[in-house]
């Protein structure tokens, strides 16, 4: 029996895809426009850290106090900075911290730095991958 935890079917990837109405507004959320509930996050494996917008992040966090989906969260401070390809750069005050149990029932945690500009959906890097023991069969 492997000691990897078991998150298939779990409430933090594996929903389906819910109703959204489409909102006519500029900068409307990566869920909006794909019609994902705010619980999916993008599998980035060129991200080396994992963040979300200020956006992603709230839409997250509605979603889940108001669903039972096994999944909690908390907003804490950070002091971390962003350099992106485009020579922009920016630094996170805060992130969210997620509390995810696996279907034996063991609490996973994983954090998302939270990003003031723009409307990045949550995007999971790949250290964050590997410290919840992903397993991707191709």
């Known amino acids: ?6 998150f298939s079917g779990g409430a933090f990837l594996g929903q389906e895809p819910n109703p959204v109405q489409k909102v006519d507004e500029e900068g409307v959320a990566f869920h909006m426009e794909n019609q994902m509930p705010p619980t ?4 980035d494996l060129g991200c080396t850290r994992a963040m979300g917008s200020r956006n992603a992040v709230n839409a997250f966090c509605d979603y889940v106090d108001k669903h039972d ?4 969260y908390e ?3 950070t002091s971390s900075g962003f350099f992106f390809a485009n020579s922009q750069q920016t630094k996170c005050t805060e992130k969210l911290v997620i509390h995810i149990y696996d279907k034996a029932c063991n609490v996973h945690t994983t954090e998302f730095d939270i990003l003031e500009e723009g409307n990045v959906p ?3 890097s790949l250290p964050q991958m590997r ?6 069969g191709l």
């Open 75 to 77: 907003i804490e401070e």
């Open 40 to 43: 999916v996050a993008i599998l």
């Open 122 to 124: 949550l995007l999971m």
């Open 131 to 136: 410290n919840l023991a992903f397993q991707f």
């Open 69 to 72: 989906c096994g999944l909690w």
């Open 1 to 6: 029996q492997s000691m990897e935890p078991d």
